[in-house]
Each structure stands twice: as structure tokens, then as C-alpha cells.
């Protein structure tokens, strides 16, 4: 079915029932079970919203009826095949004072049972005890069927019905008849499963124009005909009208729209009719449709072709998994009102879908694209050239294998990255060689990087770093773990240089200069800032000046990071930075330094501010030792902790757990 249907006003005919329970009562008094002697039971039997069924009712064909008691101290013998049409009352002998349960099961002339209920009453002794039993209809694997009336103008000139159980035609056509200003006819059907079925019903004009179809709950019970409509307020209707209204409206709104696999840019608003995908959680997606009126058509295509809806209730309408293909990815809903005339389509557009196969093609093509990985690739040469992705690459959790050598400057997955890039979730593996501005990732970045992780070996002639070369946006959650070379300046293993910012970033692989001046274990050359980031790796600079554990020439910031590598230069080495210029607070460090003008948390200082900072070298100035027995009392409680069986013992950063790296 690729229609679904709710109207404002038959909104009360949401559910097609029968009467949920019934009362069984005498035509002249109440249904009763009397013990004559020192104690009696009085029993009346009604259905659960209190409205009592006068006896003989024909409503769900009740035959006969059996009822029991039990419990207490009597011996009640049960009484069966009782005949509902005369049932008037029940005498039950040499009840004591007691606790009993009253059964009551209703059966129709097939011996079928139909309803029951009980109840639990007290007897007391010398007085008469009154019990209410409610019976209610089963749906117990049983089968039923149904006989609805229907109503509908013939000023529609729709003088044909037809209707489908779960998308199956009806065994009996239904005929169509006039009276007064409406046509009328019955929606019948021998025998269904008990349960909650969808009733579809479409109108059509004599030359075949088809209005619906209107969807309706319909429960079948066991062994019942169901002959009536309920509406919202509780109330039985006999028939079901529909107005010329519901007809005539020229309404398209959906009332609501919802994708599972994606996410939809902003908040979804009946008079938007265009949205995106911001994120892709798998390979397929499924989407959910609500209309606003029961008599609206609502079609389904997915990539341009037309899809059935494999879910209906009367309520919204479901799709099956739409399985995600190369390139952008496009589901259209459109709406016909339902005058027949007026229409709106939704549209919702993915990000281009990239596989092996076009991964470079597709990028290539359009640098300003939305891209979103379903595969694994690899990649020989810098994307982008000597222009800048200004798109947005979501990697979807999937690696990236570099196989790129030479010489040239900007080398990485991407060339350059431009202020509006946004790359995400993506791991990074291979080798890569390059010039000057090398990096896994780019070899410089302006934009927004998140969740990109490499293992890639590097290496360059300057300004060379685990995941860019020189940063000047956002790196976010980002870590390397790769051997990182340089035969030049500005080496680190986030960056070989940042004016930008870091924030939740590690680094724990080898950083490796030969000539390196301003090595660091996060950032060679740093102008920006680093938050809540630490480095474990082995810094040597070669026979470069300026290397430090965290940064190797420090004119920026550092804030809530640590570093725990060794380090080692000829000169200006420094166990958290070579050359402190900047803002070192709430930092600290513990690595080993190896070589000249060796400074301990840092070596030059001119300026600088140094807070809360320290190391754990006993020679230093800023020496705390008792750094492996707790966190500094001015640090933040939210953003470190300590336990003696995490990091060694050393505080760590709660953003990254029990699973911080030590070396």
C-alpha cells in the first residue's frame, strides 16, 4: 500500500470495535447467583464501561453461559450451558462465610468462547454479598469477522468502494446503494485472525478517479462479527459517515516526518518541504511519514523510483530499508490532497554516498561537496591538488590507506583544507612523503577536523605533523600513532605547526627530527591553543634546537594537558615545551630530557606565565612530589582524576578515562 489516510474529523474512527464487553442481565432484573441460608452471593455481570446489556442480546452472539465459584471453605459445584436468552438467575447451595472468585464465560452457538471475566469477592455471614464481574472479548490466536456500514455524500460523485485487510482485497465486492443525499454500503468479511488488522477504504468516481484510501484499526475477536464503529469519545456508531469535507480539503501538510540511519538538519516544520542529511548511521535508511487528514495520498519514491509503503497504521506510514547507493541519495514524498488537485512534495537529500570506487572521482569533481564513506578506500595522491576542500567528508568510521610518495608541498589526504571543511570520523592509515606542509589528513587545515585518527608513517622536509601540517582551524578528538619524520622545522604529532586550536587531541607514536628545530610531542611551533590533550611520545629533534613534550616552541597556550614522553635535543629541551612564551596552567610533565640547556618543565622563558604547572624532575624548580599521589588542589575536579592504578598513578584526564595512554 502507498497510501495512508487520518481525517480531523473521523479521527473519533480510528478504531473499528465491537463492543469490548458485555453485561448480561434478565429483561425485567438484574442477572443474579443467590445462596438462600444464612449467607448469600449476588452477582451481576456488565461490561467495563458500566453499561448494562439487556438479556438475549444479539450484539456478539452469545449462546450460553457457564459460571463458577471457588475458594473459601465451600465446595461449589460449576454450572454450565446456561441459556443467555433466559438467564435470569443462579442459585448456588451451603456457601460459608469466605473469600470466593466468580468466573463467568460467555459462549457462542459454535461453542466458542467469546468473553469471560471474574472476580474476587468476600462472603459474609448472615448477609448478602454482591460481586460485579466484567466480561471482556478474547483475542487469543481465535478468528471473527466483520460487517461495517459505511456513509458517504453523493455530491463526490464517487459512487464506487472498494477496501483491503492488510492490503488484501475483500473476498466479497461491496455493493453500493443510495439513500437520501449519501451512498451507503457494507465492508464485509468471513473469517479473519483475531487481532488488530488495517482496514483500507477507496472511493472511486465511474470513470476510475480514486480518492483515499481512508485507513482504519480494525480488531477482530474470537468468534465475534464486529458490526460497530467507536469513535473518540467512547461512543458506538452503527455507521461510519464521511463528510464531503474530508473529501474537499486541500490540505498537503505532513504532521510529522522522521528518518532512521540519518539525522535531518534542523527540526522537521509541515511548511519546510526541502531537508538534508547532517549524519548517516549505517547503509539504509527508513523513513516514517505522518499525514494530517486520512483522506490524503501520500506516494513514496526512493532515487526516483516509486516505492510501497511496507507499514501502515492509521496513523503514519513506514518504508522498508532503503539501501544507500553511490552518489547523493534522494527520498521524495509527495502529498495529493484530497480535492485530487492539489499536491506538495517532501524532499530529503544524503550527502554523495562515496565508495572505493568513486572515492577520489567524486571528491575531485566537486571539492565543496557532502560526502559520506560506506567502504574502506585508498588513495596514491593528495585530493584537491592545490585547492581546498571546502565540503564535508564524514568517514563513517572507515579508514582511509595512504600510498603517497614524492616531494611535493601540501601532501596528505587533502591537499589543503579550507575554513568552511568539515572532516569527520575518519581513520587514517599508510605512508606518506612529501615537501614542506605535510600531514595524514591535510597539509594544512583551516577548517573543522573531529574524530580523525591516524597511524600513518610521515614524513617531510617541514612544518610536519601526525594529522596536518600547519593548523590554523579546529582539531577536535583527533590522535596520531604513526612515526612521524622530518628532515626540516616545526615538527609534532598532532601538527607541525598550529595558530589554531586543539582540544581533546593525543599523540603516541615516534616524533623524529634530523635538523629539526621546534619539535613537539603534540604541536612543533604552537601560536594557538591546547586544551585537555596529552602526548606519550618519544620527541628527538636531531640536531635541532627547541623540542618539548608537548610543544616545542610555546607562544600560545596550553591548558589541562600533560606530556609523559621522553625528550630529547641538543639544546632548549623541556619536558612540557623547549621555549615557553606563552600560557602553561594546569599542566604538567613527567618525561625524561636528554641533552643541553635542559630547563625541565621548560627551558627558555622570556615571557611566559607558568601556572599550576609542574614536573616531576627533582632538579626543577617546579618539581611537585607528590604529583603521583593525587590531583593539585587548583585543578578542576571536572576535568582531571587520579587513581593509582590508571596513568601510573599520575593525574588524568577524565575526557579520555581509564583508557589514557601511558608510555
Excluded at 32 to 50: D, E, Q, W, Y
Excluded at 286 to 306: F, I, M, R, Y
Excluded at 544 to 554: D, F, N, P
Aim: aromatic share 6%; proline share 3%.
Amino acid at each position: 500500500m502507498k497510501n495512508r489516510n487520518t481525517s480531523p474529523c473521523w479521527a473519533a474512527f480510528a478504531s473499528i470495535l465491537l463492543l469490548a464487553a458485555i453485561a448480561c442481565q434478565s429483561p425485567n432484573s438484574p442477572s443474579s447467583i443467590s445462596k438462600t441460608g444464612t449467607s448469600s452471593l449476588s452477582v451481576s455481570i456488565v461490561n467495563p464501561s458500566g453499561r448494562t446489556v439487556a438479556a438475549g442480546s444479539a450484539d456478539i452472539g452469545i449462546a450460553t453461559l457457564a459460571i463458577s465459584v471457588t475458594g473459601g471453605a465451600s465446595s461449589v459445584a460449576p454450572v454450565t450451558g446456561i441459556n443467555y436468552g433466559t438467564f435470569t438467575a443462579q442459585t448456588f447451595s451451603l456457601l460459608t462465610a469466605g473469600t470466593y472468585t466468580v468466573s463467568v464465560n460467555a459462549y457462542n452457538t459454535s461453542s466458542v468462547l467469546v468473553a469471560s471475566g471474574s472476580s474476587s469477592v468476600t462472603v459474609n455471614a448472615g448477609s448478602t454479598t454482591s460481586a460485579t464481574v466484567a466480561l471482556t472479548l478474547g483475542q487469543t490466536g481465535g478468528s471473527g469477522a466483520f460487517s461495517l456500514a459505511i456513509a458517504w455524500p453523493t455530491s463526490t460523485g464517487l459512487n464506487s468502494v472498494s477496501a483491503t485487510v492488510d492490503g488484501i482485497p475483500l473476498i466479497y465486492t461491496p455493493t453500493v446503494s443510495t439513500s437520501g443525499a449519501n451512498y451507503t454500503s457494507t465492508l464485509a468479511q468471513g473469517v479473519l485472525t483475531s487481532g488488530v488488522h488495517t482496514l483500507a477504504i477507496t472511493f472511486k468516481t465511474s470513470v476510475g478517479a480514486a480518492v483515499g484510501p481512508f485507513l482504519e484499526s480494525l480488531n477482530i475477536w474470537d468468534g465475534v462479527t464486529s458490526t460497530t464503529w467507536v469513535d473518540s469519545s467512547g461512543n458506538n456508531q452503527s455507521q461510519r459517515t464521511f463528510s464531503a469535507a474530508e473529501f474537499a480539503s486541500n490540505n498537503t501538510d505532513l504532521s510529522g516526518l522522521t528518518i532512521s540511519g540519518g539525522a535531518l538538519t534542523g527540526t522537521f516544520s509541515s511548511a519546510t518541504t526541502s531537508y538534508t542529511l547532517s549524519t548517516l548511521t549505517g547503509t539504509s535508511l527508513t523513513v516514517t511519514a505522518s499525514p494530517s487528514l486520512s483522506s490524503q495520498n501520500v506516494s513514496l519514491s526512493w532515487n526516483g523510483a516509486a516505492q510501497a509503503w511496507s507499514s501502515v497504521t492509521s496513523s503514519s506510514l513506514g518504508s522498508s530499508a532503503l539501501s544507500l547507493v553511490d552518489g547523493v541519495n534522494t527520498v521524495q514524498i509527495t502529498i495529493t490532497a484530497p480535492d485530487r488537485q492539489t499536491t506538495k512534495t517532501y524532499t530529503i537529500t544524503t550527502p554523495t554516498i562515496t565508495s572505493s570506487s568513486n572515492f577520489v572521482t567524486a571528491i575531485a569533481s566537486n571539492l565543496s561537496g557532502s560526502y559520506y564513506l560506506t567502504q574502506d578506500v585508498t588513495v596514491s595522491a593528495p585530493l584537491g591538488g592545490g585547492s581546498a576542500f571546502t565540503g564535508t567528508l564524514d568517514g563513517n568510521g572507515h579508514t582511509v590507506t595512504l600510498s603517497v610518495t614524492g616531494s611535493s608541498n601540501n601532501a596528505g589526504l587533502f591537499g589543503q583544507i579550507g575554513g568552511s571543511g568539515i572532516v569527520k570520523n575518519l581513520t587514517i592509515s599508510g605512508s606518506l612523503s612529501g615537501g614542506n606542509e605535510v600531514g595524514a589528513l591535510a597539509g594544512s587545515n583551516a577548517g573543522t577536523v573531529s574524530n580523525v585518527t591516524t597511524s600513518a608513517t610521515i614524513s617531510g622536509s617541514g612544518t610536519v605533523g601526525g594529522i596536518v601540517g600547519n593548523n590554523t582551524g579546529t582539531l577536535t578528538d583527533c590522535s596520531s600513532t604513526g612515526a612521524i619524520s622530518s628532515v626540516g622545522n616545526n615538527l609534532g604529532g598532532i601538527a607541525g605547526s598550529s595558530s589554531g586550536n586543539l582540544y581533546h587531541c593525543y599523540s603516541a607514536g615516534t616524533i623524529t627530527g634530523t635538523a629539526s628545530s621546534e619539535t613537539g610531542g603534540l604541536v612543533g611551533t604552537l601560536s594557538g591553543s591546547v586544551s585537555e590533550c596529552y602526548s606519550v611520545a618519544v620527541v628527538n629533534s636531531g640536531s635541532g634546537l627547541g623540542a618539548g613534550g608537548l610543544v616545542g616552541l610555546q607562544g600560545g597556550s596550553v591548558l589541562n594537558s600533560y606530556a609523559r614522553g621522553a625528550v630529547t635535543a641538543p639544546a632548549y629541551v623541556g619536558v612540557v615545551t623547549g621555549d615557553n612564551r606563552g600560557l602553561l596552567q594546569d599542566t604538567y610533565a613527567t618525561g625524561l630530557t636528554t641533552g643541553g640547556l635542559n630547563g625541565g618543565l621548560r627551558y627558555s622563558y622570556n615571557p611566559e606565565t607558568v601556572t599550576d604547572s609542574y614536573c616531576f624532575l627533582p632538579s626543577d624548580n617546579f618539581y611537585l612530589p607528590a604529583l603521583n599521589n593525587g590531583v593539585p588542589t587548583a585543578w578542576s575536579p571536572s576535568i582531571w582524576g587520579w587513581s593509582a592504578s590508571i596513568n601510573q598513578g599520575f593525574p588524568y584526564l577524565l575526557y579520555f578515562g581509564s583508557g589514557t595512554l601511558i608510555p
